[in-house]
């Protein structure tokens, strides 16, 4: 037992060291959100997604109602800078001007990106960063208040992306390169947005939809290629898409122009990312057969067969199990009789950073790989938009709070008028807290960490059975809503926010019993 006890306290120096090596913003804001069109899915849902891999961004969520607005209101814009004097690392975010508001503005749900408005209309996120020299201060208008202005002011994709040009033409962009999935309940589209350059009011910005019938993803790298403007069902652009890359020399014509290799060429080359984008399309459409190791896929690719929620959230929990990159690694040591035997400790740590302990797979983060589920993410959603339903009923974000690999997804209904208060609590900025919901599930998930191997399936024996039960009740109960909703809406509103209400109480609180049942059952083991 000493060489076991030895063995792990050294793996944990090996790590920690390690880890030590690289800044924390090196490897937050990784994200990864992968789409579906409405003939892809097995329900007919037109689904976004997104993992929020960050721990700086904010860890409560809330619900905003619909307003009016006095004429001549103003709009704040805000620039976010990293913030080092809270509990723990966090963002600021300075007033930098402001924009006219507009005499309405729909009710949404605000995560950190927010993510789905009244209409059914939900967005994911990705970063994929670009060109430096293209990023420019001298706009108003970064991502995350975007996605807050598209659910404020639009019911539709296309709404969103023609509202993505009217206010960065005139206020301009400020963020590094960013994907936004931006669906609503016909149609899905993936929005890839660099700046205009340094000093510069503007964007540069190209849309693509995504086939009725397939599926696409984005892992952290721009990904659209060719574009036909003429095709105006499937692309949309800005006026200078062509015009800065061939005056800077990044492609010769129109002719020869791709849009990822012209605007964030590096991003090609992340194996971070390409291996994720692999993963899904072969997760989904494994007779394709695709090269894991390839440069590009296509954009998008039709699934050997309709996608379901389950098989999304196996994807989000992934970390290439039954692959020859399988991060799970097992930790051998050397007994008392000189046999090379596996630790009983085996997998201390979660295996999507078991790379940089072995030095495997690449390294990790932008310069070598990482898995689809991470340690540091603060929220995950899979949306759900449908056409068949009344819009309070028929949007649904299913929302997973902290690593989605120990984590569970409760469903958030578009017509939800407010949230337990676990989720709306603060965590990271204010420090450690019982009332938070992301606590709850940070601390399960950091304790699983450390005997991965076995505690998983001690968490995954419980939340199995609750998403299963979740997805099983799906339909029955959103049958039951319909009619409420259809004789009396403020009734129905009441029905959804009171059912994910009793759900969010209840994972919470089964969160924080389980990481209590993982302290006694493994105590003498820590």
Request: glycine share 6%; with cysteine; net charge negative.
């Amino acid at each position: 037992m000493k060489n076991l006890n030895f063995a792990f306290l050294l793996i944990s120096c090996i790590l920690l060291f390690n880890m030590s090596s690289f800044s924390q913003d090196e490897w937050i804001d990784e994200c990864t959100t992968v789409t579906a069109g409405k003939e892809a899915t097995i329900d007919g849902s037109v689904i976004t997604s997104h993992t929020d891999d960050s721990h700086r961004t904010r860890s409560w969520i809330d619900i905003k109602a619909p307003a009016h607005h006095q004429k001549g209101e103003m709009q704040s814009m805000y620039k976010r800078t990293n913030c080092d004097t809270t509990a723990m690392p966090s963002y600021s975010h300075t007033k930098i001007g402001e924009i006219p508001q507009v005499k309405h503005t729909y009710g949404y749900i605000n995560t950190a990106y927010p993510c789905m408005n009244e209409f059914q209309l939900a967005i994911g996120e990705s970063t994929f960063g670009g060109r430096s020299l293209l990023q420019s201060d001298a706009g108003l208008i970064d991502c995350q208040r975007l996605c807050q202005l598209m659910l404020e002011r639009c019911k539709t994709a296309r709404e969103a992306l023609e509202l993505t040009r009217d206010l960065t033409e005139k206020y301009g962009w400020n963020d590094a390169g960013e994907c936004l999935t931006i669906a609503d309940k016909e149609e899905v589209w993936h929005l890839e947005i660099v700046g205009p350059g340094k000093g510069k009011i503007g964007a540069i910005w190209v849309a693509q939809r995504v086939p009725d019938d397939h599926i696409s993803v984005n892992a952290n790298a721009s990904r659209i290629m060719q574009i036909d403007l003429k095709d105006e069902d499937n692309f949309m652009a800005s006026d200078n898409i062509y015009s800065m890359a061939i005056d800077s020399g990044w492609c010769d014509s129109k002719e020869d122009f791709k849009f990822c290799y012209a605007y964030a060429p590096k991003s090609r080359t992340s194996l971070a990312a390409r291996r994720r984008e692999w993963r899904v399309f072969d997760l989904l459409a494994p007779s394709m057969k695709l090269d894991p190791n390839a440069e590009n896929y296509p954009f998008s690719i039709k699934p050997d067969k309709p996608v379901t929620l389950p098989e999304l959230v196996m994807i989000f929990k992934d970390y290439y199990e039954g692959t020859p990159f399988n991060f799970v690694k097992d930790i051998t040591v050397t007994d008392k009789d000189g046999k090379t035997v596996i630790s009983p400790l085996a997998n201390p740590f979660m295996p999507y950073d078991m790379n940089k302990v072995f030095r495997i797979n690449g390294g990790w983060g932008w310069r070598g790989e990482r898995t689809i589920a991470r340690w540091y993410t603060m929220y995950a959603t899979i949306i759900q938009c449908r056409n068949w339903l009344p819009d309070p009923v028929g949007g649904v974000v299913w929302l997973a709070m902290d690593n989605v690999a120990s984590s569970i997804y409760i469903p958030v209904y578009a017509g939800v008028t407010d949230l337990p208060k676990p989720y709306k609590t603060p965590g990271r900025t204010n420090g450690y807290t019982q009332e938070s919901a992301w606590w709850a599930f940070n601390r399960l998930g950091t304790l699983a960490a450390q005997r991965w191997g076995d505690m998983r399936h001690d968490i995954d024996t419980v939340w199995n059975t609750y998403q299963n039960k979740l997805f099983e009740n799906q339909n029955a109960f959103e049958a039951e809503v319909v009619e409420i909703y259809k004789k009396d809406p403020v009734k129905g509103r009441a029905k959804l926010t009171g059912y994910t209400g009793k759900w969010g109480n209840k994972v919470v609180n089964k969160a924080w019993e389980l990481g209590d049942l993982l302290w006694t059952k493994y105590d003498e083991l820590f």
